[in-house]
């Protein structure tokens, strides 16, 4: 099992070198979108934001949109995106399971699709920290994360640790896959009134939620949030 950042970081290189087109939007957030609307969101940080799939999509929205993937490749790929849509975000190279270079409360809403499961519990723990840090008191998360599936269905794999996979196959081969439950999900986000939580087509566990803590705050270090486009 891999799991240092060199490698995770080359890893998703590759992956994203090979992709000729992102992936179609989430099949659900035309749903996320208007709940956003209905509570005045503006500033959204799309976390793991990949080649900009969501990123693209939230900012042609009318939003204002922030992005952090660990892939450079990703990252350049989002980039031209949204230049070739006349759109643009606020987009940054970083690792998800590091302290995040946004300010406290800065954002109304986050979205985190396929990504946070990509690490073992306690560090998935540190990135819920920082989510519950960086968003404004009662703002809203969307984040999608593997859960269970038969194993008939799972590529070949190497079971390395408790709720924890690696995959022998396929695109993702070699990264960490931690699978949730409902009670983990809610566990994990005991911080979040959990509005709605389900499980789209595609087996992943959807969670739509508004932060309860009030002025949350970091012993960490933050920088001020700023635009690398």
């Known amino acids: 099992m891999k799991s240092n950042q060199k490698y995770v970081k080359e890893k998703w290189n590759e992956v994203y070198r090979k992709e000729s087109q992102p992936l179609l939007p989430?099949?659900?957030?035309?749903?996320?979108?208007?709940?956003?609307?209905?509570?005045?969101?503006?500033?959204?940080?799309?976390?793991?934001?990949g080649s900009g799939r969501h990123t693209v999509y939230l900012a042609s929205q009318g939003f204002e949109v922030w992005g952090i993937d660990i892939s450079e490749e990703a990252i350049k790929k989002a980039r031209s995106h949204l230049e070739n849509m006349k759109l643009n975000a606020h987009l940054t190279v970083g690792s998800i399971y590091k302290p995040l270079p946004y300010e406290n409360s800065f954002f109304d809403a986050l979205i985190c699709t396929r990504a946070l499961h990509h690490a073992k519990i306690r560090d998935i723990r540190k990135a819920i920290k920082e989510i519950e840090r960086v968003l404004k008191s009662r703002g809203l998360v969307f984040v999608t994360v593997r859960k269970k599936i038969v194993k008939d269905r799972r590529l070949p794999f190497r079971d390395v640790g408790p709720r924890i996979y690696v995959p022998l196959e396929g695109k993702e081969k070699g990264l960490i896959h931690y699978l949730f439950n409902r009670e983990l999900l809610r566990k994990e986000f005991k911080s979040f009134k959990i509005h709605d939580l389900w499980v789209d087509s595609h087996d992943y566990y959807c969670l739509l939620g508004e932060l309860k803590k009030q002025g949350y705050q970091s012993s960490s270090t933050v920088k001020p949030a700023s635009s690398n486009l």
Do not use: A, P, S, Y
């Open 26 to 49: 989430h099949e659900d957030l035309t749903k996320i979108v208007r709940t956003f609307k209905m509570h005045g969101v503006r500033k959204i940080l799309d976390l793991g934001c």
